[in-house]
């Protein structure tokens, strides 16, 4: 599950400075209204892994590069997923995706050989004629190219007009989309070619000014200001000092079509969060006498169509930050946070520093937890501090600064206390590791208080944590590193 912290603009909703939530931001269909599902969570050895190899990192795409401890030179590449893995020899270098490659040469018939890895195998090799080259993500020989399709699959094209793809990937809807330079590349999740536009064919009257790009479920947005004539009937706003032309285009990923949105009436100063179904960005509005809105970082959202997808300000004049949590909507202004489930105001609170949203309706600050609406629920130990709370009761840890012992605590709805362990560290989000009297470990996971394993000997003094989120199959991979042992955790959006 991904951290998503309180999207706020102003300096005093900064996070510690004032409210903060963690957890998983609002989905399609609303803004506020569902609840996701909390995560599968899988936990499994690795056992297949040959001895002497340490762990260097871990992709999106669940694929391990491990480095011999004997040969710097020597590296593993290993597919956690299949269990698949190849010995590289030599440097190796990153091309796109998880795909990788080595050569040497030229040989004695002036050749150059090299290997091509994906996925935890060798994908192919071969002889060229020329050295290797790499642009923009994609590896070329003299008569092939290679390339990672979004998937993390391997792509073989015959020369370069079968690649125009960059190593950036960026989903919007059911299409991909890259950048390079000034061009626009878009594609499917195959990795099936849709086309290929210049940004001046979207903003073919572009002045140089800045541009603000965006991109909602397959529609990617641009937007620049542009000084007209003092004289000029013909403008969108006064910013004080000249007449500005606000201009708004949309490119369609999938079918190339442009459309204008002249009637946008928002001037995007920054893009603060993207969602599938709205984009939430800060700025001014364009009023209706063709000024600019005093607060020049107001929040607002916007949908596919160009139009203000849910008003923020009609919910809250002002609002500065928001979050989503739990299946409740927080916006904030100056000191004061409403909290909205679906469309129906539930609470409105007085932020304090170090107050936080620690799930199932309760706001926390300090030892003490609250309802939505300001009510106390329990006052916990001294030194607490909660970590989550859902519908068995609340997770949170403690410090006693004279031993400088950190231990994590549960305590139920009938105030029963259990001790999880010691040493606790959330590895992510909603999981925590904690060691026992023996020093052993536990994986907890917090959000439905069971454990995804326990009294596991892994290395002390220290673990090795190493995590990593691919957002288009909702997966989360992360490995636990013992000594000579691996675990692999892997969360699954349900």
Same mark, same amino acid.
């Given at each position: 599950?991904?951290?998503?912290?309180?999207?706020?603009?102003?300096?005093?909703?900064?996070?510690?400075?004032?409210?903060?939530?963690?957890?998983?931001?609002?989905?399609?269909?609303?803004?506020?209204?569902?609840?996701?599902?909390?995560?599968?969570?899988?936990?499994?050895?690795?056992?297949?892994?040959?001895?002497?190899?340490?762990?260097?990192?871990?992709?999106?795409?669940?694929?391990?590069?491990? %480095?011999?401890?004997?040969?710097?030179?020597? &590296?593993?590449?290993?597919?956690?997923?299949?269990?698949?893995?190849?010995?590289?020899?030599?440097?190796?270098?990153?091309?796109? +995706?998880?795909?990788?490659?080595?050569?040497?040469?030229?040989?004695?018939? +002036? #050749?150059?050989?090299?290997?091509?890895?994906?996925?935890?195998? #060798?994908?192919?090799?071969?002889?060229?004629?020329?050295?290797?080259?790499?642009?923009?993500?994609?590896?070329?020989?003299?008569?092939?190219?290679?390339?990672?399709?979004?998937?993390?699959?391997?792509?073989?094209?015959? *020369?370069?007009?079968?690649?125009?793809?960059?190593?950036?990937?960026?989903?919007?809807?059911?299409?991909?989309?890259?950048?390079?330079?000034?061009?626009?590349?878009?594609?499917?999740?195959?990795?099936?070619?849709?086309?290929?536009?210049?940004?001046?064919?979207?903003?073919?009257? &572009?002045?140089?000014?800045?541009?603000?790009?965006?991109?909602?479920?397959?529609? #990617?947005?641009?937007?620049?200001?542009?000084?007209?004539?003092?004289?000029?009937?013909?403008?969108?706003?006064?910013?004080?000092?000249?007449?500005?032309?606000?201009?708004?285009?949309?490119?369609?990923?999938?079918?190339?079509?442009?459309?204008?949105?002249?009637?946008?009436?928002?001037?995007?100063?920054?893009?603060?969060?993207?969602?599938?179904?709205?984009? #939430?960005?800060?700025?001014?509005?364009?009023?209706?006498?063709?000024?600019?809105?005093? %607060?020049?970082?107001?929040?607002?959202?916007?949908?596919?169509?160009?139009?203000?997808?849910?008003?923020?300000?009609?919910?809250?004049?002002?609002?500065?930050?928001?979050?989503?949590?739990?299946?409740?909507?927080?916006?904030?202004?100056?000191?004061?946070?409403?909290?909205?489930?679906?469309?129906?105001?539930?609470?409105?609170?007085?932020?304090?520093?170090?107050?936080?949203?620690?799930?199932?309706?309760?706001?926390?600050? +300090?030892?003490?937890?609250?309802?939505?609406?300001?009510?106390?629920?329990?006052?916990?130990?001294?030194?607490?501090?909660?970590?989550?709370?859902?519908?068995?009761?609340?997770?949170?840890?403690? %410090?006693?600064?004279?031993?400088?012992?950190?231990?994590?605590?549960?305590?139920?709805?009938?105030?029963?206390?259990?001790?999880?362990?010691?040493?606790?560290?959330?590895?992510?989000?909603?999981?925590?590791?904690?060691? *026992?009297?023996?020093?052993?470990?536990?994986?907890?996971?917090?959000?439905?208080?069971?454990?995804?394993?326990?009294?596991?000997?892994?290395?002390?003094?220290?673990?090795?944590?190493?995590?990593?989120?691919?957002?288009?199959?909702?997966?989360?991979?992360?490995?636990?590193?013992?000594?000579?042992?691996?675990?692999?955790?892997?969360?699954?959006?349900?």
């Amino acid at each position: 599950m991904k951290k998503k912290a309180f999207v706020a603009v102003a300096a005093a909703l900064l996070l510690g400075a004032a409210i903060c939530f963690s957890g998983c931001g609002a989905k399609a269909g609303d803004l506020y209204d569902a609840k996701e599902k909390e995560p599968v969570v899988a936990v499994r050895e690795l056992t297949d892994i040959p001895a002497g190899y340490e762990l260097q990192f871990v992709n999106r795409w669940g694929t391990a590069a491990l %480095q011999s401890t004997q040969n710097g030179e020597t &590296w593993l590449y290993y597919n956690m997923e299949t269990g698949k893995s190849s010995v590289i020899e030599g440097t190796s270098y990153t091309v796109s +995706g998880d795909m990788r490659y080595t050569s040497s040469g030229p040989n004695e018939a +002036g #050749l150059y050989e090299y290997k091509v890895y994906c996925g935890g195998e #060798l994908y192919s090799s071969g002889t060229s004629r020329q050295a290797l080259a790499v642009t923009n993500g994609v590896l070329y020989t003299d008569s092939e190219s290679f390339y990672c399709a979004p998937d993390g699959t391997p792509v073989t094209g015959e *020369n370069a007009t079968d690649v125009p793809l960059t190593a950036n990937y960026l989903r919007s809807g059911d299409t991909y989309y890259s950048m390079a330079g000034d061009m626009i590349y878009s594609f499917k999740e195959s990795g099936k070619f849709c086309g290929a536009a210049s940004v001046w064919k979207v903003i073919p009257d &572009w002045d140089g000014s800045a541009r603000t790009f965006w991109a909602v479920d397959g529609k #990617l947005f641009v937007q620049y200001s542009a000084a007209v004539p003092d004289d000029s009937q013909k403008y969108t706003y006064y910013d004080g000092t000249e007449k500005m032309k606000l201009v708004t285009r949309s490119y369609d990923l999938g079918s190339c079509k442009i459309e204008s949105h002249d009637d946008f009436g928002f001037v995007v100063e920054n893009v603060l969060q993207t969602e599938d179904d709205y984009v #939430l960005v800060s700025g001014s509005r364009v009023t209706e006498d063709k000024l600019l809105t005093q %607060q020049d970082d107001m929040l607002q959202t916007f949908g596919k169509d160009g139009k203000v997808y849910v008003d923020l300000q009609s919910l809250m004049p002002g609002v500065e930050g928001v979050a989503f949590e739990d299946g409740y909507a927080f916006l904030a202004a100056g000191d004061l946070v409403q909290i909205y489930k679906g469309s129906s105001l539930r609470g409105t609170i007085r932020t304090s520093s170090g107050m936080v949203y620690t799930g199932n309706g309760t706001v926390s600050f +300090g030892n003490q937890q609250y309802t939505l609406t300001g009510e106390l629920q329990r006052t916990l130990a001294t030194d607490a501090t909660v970590v989550w709370t859902n519908g068995n009761g609340t997770t949170y840890y403690t %410090q006693v600064s004279e031993a400088g012992e950190v231990k994590l605590w549960s305590v139920d709805e009938d105030g029963v206390l259990q001790e999880k362990g010691s040493d606790p560290r959330e590895i992510d989000a909603g999981l925590w590791l904690v060691k *026992n009297a023996e020093g052993n470990y536990s994986l907890i996971d917090v959000r439905t208080d069971t454990a995804v394993f326990e009294n596991v000997a892994l290395t002390a003094p220290s673990v090795a944590v190493f995590s990593a989120e691919n957002e288009e199959r909702e997966k989360t991979y992360t490995v636990l590193q013992g000594e000579d042992r691996y675990w692999l955790v892997t969360e699954t959006k349900a």
